[in-house]
């Protein structure tokens, strides 16, 4: 499943030398996330070092997507257009907060299984949101 988001909704992402490979796999609709060799933790926001031992060695790993959502809000008031975001914790551990795209707002729940897909920003760039299973 795969769709075109409105430009006003998703800003091309700011990129820097720490994140490049998480948007270049974006791009291919790849999602990963940087994985600790030293506590064989993996973690988001990308970064070079661990934020739960302070190694260095770290490593991209390719994620399997899915996970289930842990916290979410409807923005309805001062937007153009209403949208959802959830807090949504991967299989893998990690909490990445996102947009949720669902036509069903109702039936959104807390542990709701969902999986990720990508939308294109204003330049093209492909952007993970998650979706229903």
């Keep these: 499943m795969s769709t075109t988001a409105d430009p006003w909704i998703f800003q091309d992402p700011l990129q820097n030398a720490e994140n490049e ?19 064989e933790t993996p973690h988001h926001y990308p970064r070079s070092y661990c934020p ?12 399997k997507g899915h996970g289930e959502i842990y916290s979410f809000t409807r923005m309805v008031r001062g937007v153009e257009k209403p949208f959802m975001m959830a807090y949504v914790q991967l299989d893998e ?16 729940r807390i542990g709701m299984r969902v999986r990720v897909d990508f ?4 330049s093209g760039q492909n952007v993970p949101i998650f979706v229903p299973e």
């Design 119 to 122: 939308l294109a920003s204003a």
């Design 93 to 108: 551990g990690v909490q990445l907060l996102t947009h949720l795209h669902t036509s069903n707002w109702d039936a959104v």
């Design 21 to 39: 490979f998480f948007w270049k796999s974006a791009q291919e609709k790849k999602l990963t996330l940087k994985h600790c060799l030293d506590c």
């Design 52 to 63: 739960h031992c302070g190694s260095d060695k770290t490593e991209w790993r390719i994620s």
